[in-house]
């Protein structure tokens, strides 16, 4: 059972969102008297935090106001004011079970900045045919033993092979060889 205590900005806003949660028979809406045994805080429509959110392992806000810049730590989804019945439920299962929640939008955001650094996207020089075709067996999972019977050269030659492309693509590893290949184009996927 999932103990969720409701902060919403009226009363009468708290009892309709636990009129609609306490439907679930997963979840327990406790009392602020009781709301440091909770498992999720939900927060609603721009309600004050209280003080001692860090007490509570799991936060769901459903505003478009509060911004909590103190309380990262424990904010485990941020959802819109005009969030769903579903979705706010949803966050709350998963928040309960130590997931943190994004939307969609959310996701977008963050995904489209990296904070990974990124191999260059252009080649220090270009691969020679033969370095192409080693990348595109690599890619397979080939050792340089298979590659060399395939391509008909010796395994030593497969491997100066490796070492040029690796150095071509900026590249510490034969995965890392792999990955910078599909990021430009050298490996059809």
């Not at 439907?23 to 721009?46: H, M, W, Y």
């Not at 509570?56 to 459903?62: F, H, M």
């Not at 990974?116 to 270009?126: C, G, K, N």
């Amino acid at each position: 059972m999932i103990r969720v205590l409701i902060m919403a900005a009226s009363e009468a806003d708290e009892s309709a969102l636990a009129a609609l949660l306490s439907e679930d028979d997963r979840l327990e809406i406790v009392e602020p008297a009781e709301g440091l045994t909770a498992d999720v805080l939900l927060l609603s429509g721009g309600r004050a935090a209280p003080a001692r959110l860090d007490a509570l392992p799991a936060v769901i806000l459903t505003t478009d106001v509060f911004e909590p810049s103190d309380y990262r730590t424990t904010v485990r989804a941020r959802l819109p004011a005009h969030a769903t019945a579903a979705e706010v439920l949803a966050a709350i299962t998963a928040a309960a079970q130590g997931f943190v929640v994004l939307t969609q939008s959310q996701a977008d955001a963050l995904f489209a900045h990296p904070t990974v650094p990124q191999p260059p996207a252009t080649l220090v020089e270009d691969l020679t045919p033969r370095e192409l075709q080693v990348l595109r067996d690599v890619a397979q999972g080939w050792a340089n033993k298979e590659i060399a019977e395939r391509l008909h050269i010796s395994e030593h030659t497969v491997k100066f092979h490796v070492a040029s492309l690796l150095g071509k693509l900026q590249a510490g590893s034969r995965t890392e060889a792999v990955t910078q290949g599909i990021r430009l184009g050298l490996i059809p996927i």
